[in-house]
């Protein structure tokens, strides 16, 4: 069949075709600008009867002789396009969050009321020159809001004046609606100095006063390395210093734009930060701060001088960031992951050999023989060996001589590697660390990631090795505080025993001397930190002499009550020299060496007396008299009047008699220092100061009289250290002990005997 034949046959199939076609372009680009009868329906209370957020292709907002103009960009690779403004011919990435707000005022505002055209006076509602417009573009059609001067109602109300198209209308808008859509076109540029985002930069090159150094990303992108001119070179840097970094990075935000004038003057630089992006298609970017900014010196100056210009005000803290040194950056760590990215970790050395493997909650040991591990007995075990810390690289030496050729052992952890693709899905880091031969107090160690060798503390670094006791329970006496019934504390010439009694608290055996008693703080404190006993970490299947256990420097005996599966028993905690994070200890009758927590010795480190003895109600006083050692000098005298103490021939001191009265009801001391007459040292023969307490009897409604029984005498002896703490050597009479009280509570009543 011919052409002419075919079209004439299906001609008025063509013709209907292409009206169909036309029809449709019309709607789509004529049609496209109408409001539909739905959206008039549905958005008629609305201030604008349209809103098509994805068809916006740009915004225009005036205020004060000021106006910002918001555009999109293309799409990027993953289909994604952003807001620009453009300011004074110049264009800047857009503050997202506030255009974010913008549009979200824009789609759901909703105004009080519609006036009737004829009723609208332009002047005299402010819309001949309105306080501010905005002009939404899409295609086909165009809104403007202009936004008048105030409505008589409701408060603070506004008239706005809306044209859609060729529609009109007058509204009256609220004040909170007002106050959401007049805004300083100037805050919508974006706050953001960092020309790209942390996780897209693949270098960071940093100058400052201690020099030139670039942290470059590693090969699976996730650890930084020190790279070019860096003394350091080529060493992995520190994931705590390098999170810090780029968690600072990220957060650096202009507080106020400058002039690029007003920043020329005010900048002197002192750190400079230039980002090479992994793109190799996009340009580098710079940072330069230095300089107090004008009329702000709390903050200083930061020039974005690459890939666009850009001068502002910002934290010190940003300053701060950027001028620490390249030591500051190198990573003494031994692994990179942390221990919730862990998710399996093998020891070999020699013919020994433990296999670990994450499951669920707890872990699965695979070998050296197939069981299941409690998660927590798992993390001690991984806390161990994460927390490995050179203290010193070794740049000298073969690997042989250091026995890293062949390695004595070999650690290997893997790690969830979080992806960074937008596929998403994880992948494994994987770490190696050959361990060489023990040199003295150190353990060489080779660093597989960057060729590093470390200088491990051989006492930390024997968690490397394989043992029976790698992962053994950290909790080594599993009872309850309350199953404890005696306990016995030896160290050196000084022997304590207490007995719990059927009350809970405690009575004091030994040392017997004069009214001594127990302290129920301090030996709860010590029952507490020592039940249940769980270690810090394990370090030897047995005492090789080297932990100071052979003669141990406090032993404790604790007797307990029959509990679960164990019966009554005493158990001796040997407690040897200190390390790194407590001491050195092993349970009588177990060769297993750990380290205890450091609060277990200081509990039982010291006198358990009671310090109460101090302590009484300063409302019984009836007279408080503060004899100084030297008799030519008179005493300070508080007698009761009524409610309040007063200084005997010197009633107007209230001051200080409130003074000296709050500092009686705060005598508490640190503890107990000696036991036995006072020693020379304690400058106690005779005392510094005697404060002498003369209370009234217990009864409360009887008259303020003194009661000689109950008379409290104080002495205040020489000065001296305790812990840390300046105090005063005390003694009350008729207890025969020495106690320590801070100087901040003593000083009051040496100052009034001087």
Known sequence: MSLAKTTKKHATTIVLCALAIGAGAYVFVVDRGSVTTEEAEQRKKNVLLAWRPDEITELTFEQGGSSAKLTRTPPDALGQRFWEVTIGGERFPAEAQIVDQLLGTLEFATHERILAPDSVDHAAL???????????????????????????????????????????????????????????????????????????????????????????????????????PAKEAGRRASRAATDELLDTLSRLRAEAFLSDEAARRASTPAATLTLIPKDEAKPKGTLVLGGACPDKPDL????????????????????????????????????????????????????????????????????????????????????????????????????????????????????????????????????????????????????????????????????????????????????????????????????????????????????????????????TELATALLPLRVERFVAERDDGSFGLASPRLVIEADLSAGGDAGARTVRLLIGAPTTGGSFARLDGDDAVFVIDPKIESAAGKWLLDRSIFTFDVAEIVKVTVTPSDRRKPPLVLERAGDTLRIQGDAAATTKAAAIRDALADLVPEAAVSVGPPRKEEGLDPPAVVITIERRGHDPDAPATVDPERTLRISLGAGDAYRGTNVTYARRDGVGATYAIAQAKTRIFLDAAR
Do not use: M, W
Not at 156 to 178: C, M, N, W
Not at 485 to 505: K, M, P, Y
């Open 300 to 523: 200083v100056v930061a020039l974005q001088t690459a890939p666009a210009r850009a001068a502002a005000c910002v934290s010190k803290g940003f300053l701060d960031a950027l001028s620490r040194p390249e030591s500051a950056f190198v990573d003494h760590a031994a692994f990179f992951a942390t221990i919730d990215e862990v998710h399996e970790i093998t020891l070999t050395a020699g013919d020994r050999r433990i296999d670990l493997a994450r499951k669920g909650t707890g872990f699965h040991q695979r070998a050296p023989e197939d069981r299941e591990i409690e998660g927590d007995t798992g993390r001690v075990f991984l806390e161990s060996i994460l927390a490995l810390r050179a203290s010193d690289f070794l740049t000298t030496g073969d690997r042989a001589s250091l026995g890293l050729d062949p390695p004595q052992g070999k650690v290997r952890v893997v790690s969830v590697l979080p992806s960074r693709s937008p596929d998403g899905g994880d992948d494994d880091r994987v770490e190696e660390l050959l361990v060489g031969k023990p040199q003295g107090e150190i353990v060489p160690v080779l660093r597989s990631y960057d060729g590093a060798v470390l200088a491990l503390p051989a006492d930390r670094a024997r968690a490397l090795f394989p043992s029976k006791i790698t992962l053994r329970s950290p909790t080594v006496i599993d009872a309850p505080e309350t199953s404890l019934r005696a306990l016995r504390i030896t160290e050196g010439d000084r022997v304590q025993q207490l007995e719990r009694t059927a009350e809970g608290s405690f009575a004091l055996e030994e040392p017997r001397g004069k009214n001594l008693a127990a302290d129920l703080g301090f030996g």
């Open 126 to 228: 402010g819309l001949d020159a309105p306080r501010a417009r905005i002009v939404v573009v899409t295609p086909g059609r165009s809104s403007t809001l202009a936004i008048g001067g105030p409505a008589p109602t409701p408060a603070g109300a506004a008239v706005v004046e809306v044209h859609e198209g060729d529609r009109a209308s007058f509204q009256v808008i609220t004040k909170e609606l007002v106050t959401a859509l007049v805004i300083d076109p100037s805050s919508l540029r974006s706050k953001d100095l960092l020309p790209y985002p942390t996780s897209d930069v693949t270098r960071f090159e940093i100058e400052n006063p201690s020099g030139k150094y670039h942290l470059a990303r590693g090969p699976n992108g996730d650890a930084l390395k020190l790279d070019g």
